[in-house]
């Protein structure tokens, strides 16, 4: 079945500084999903791209779909604690019958 | 104005026990899912309901049923609980648009002892 990659595991990085996740596939998907978890809650949406190549941003979040549609990248800019959580990234298929595959996620941890 | 809500928060039971887990969607979606998170955090579909049809059913033991009452809801009964089960479980709901994306629950954490 389809995959997804995500590594590290575990990502540290200091208070303000920028951070690149990528997330990688052996097969294409017709969208990528970046998705947060905080402990304790369910993941929430982060960034939706639809297109190949689209590149989109939300707040000091930018991600881009790649152009094989196989991988994609999330980048958090100026990175402030809160930031902290689990990152995954998923792979959705078109149709009524589809369904996120997820990658394994990133766990960021923010030193202040 | 909770869009996607599950009951209960917690459950902690014994080995071989029946429980059910409920959820909830006012988001007016027509497609529910079931989610495991295990103890690594990876989350993996289990089953998928749209307008109260199952359409995934993603090779999940038998002991799980999911049942769905009406599009709003989804609920998911195990039978004969093991301790394998012990996990994260969430729910999530999704409008029938190719391009509309999913919006998860709080989840409900099974505790088997």
């Known amino acids: 079945g389809q995959q997804l990659n995500q590594s590290p595991q575990s990502m540290f990085i200091q208070e303000g500084e920028d951070v690149s996740m990528n997330c990688t596939s052996s097969s294409i998907f017709n969208t990528w999903l970046w998705y947060k978890q905080d402990p304790g809650e369910g993941p929430v949406l982060l960034i939706a791209?639809?297109?190949?190549?689209e590149l989109t941003s939300n707040g000091r979040l930018t991600a881009q779909f790649g152009i094989t549609r196989k991988d994609s990248f999330l980048n958090i800019s100026a990175s402030i604690p809160s930031d902290v959580g689990i990152y995954f990234c998923a792979g959705q298929l078109f149709g009524a019958n589809s369904k996120l595959t997820f990658g394994k996620g990133i766990t960021l941890s923010v030193r202040p | 104005d909770t869009a996607v809500s599950q009951t209960p928060k917690y459950l902690v039971t014994q080995m071989g026990n029946d429980k059910s887990i409920k959820c909830e969607q006012n988001l007016g979606h027509d497609t529910m899912y079931w989610y495991k998170q295990d103890s690594k955090k990876f989350l993996k579909i289990m089953f998928s309901?749209?307008?109260?049809?199952?359409?995934i059913n993603e090779t999940v033991p038998n002991r799980f049923s999911p049942k769905s009452p009406d599009k709003a809801h989804l609920n998911l009964h195990i039978n004969s609980l093991e301790l394998g089960d012990s996990a994260v479980y969430f729910c999530a709901s999704r409008a029938s648009g190719s391009t509309d994306t999913q919006y998860f629950g709080p989840g409900t954490r099974l505790t088997v002892l």
């Open positions: 791209l639809y297109k190949a190549g």
């Open positions: 309901y749209n307008n109260k049809e199952l359409i």
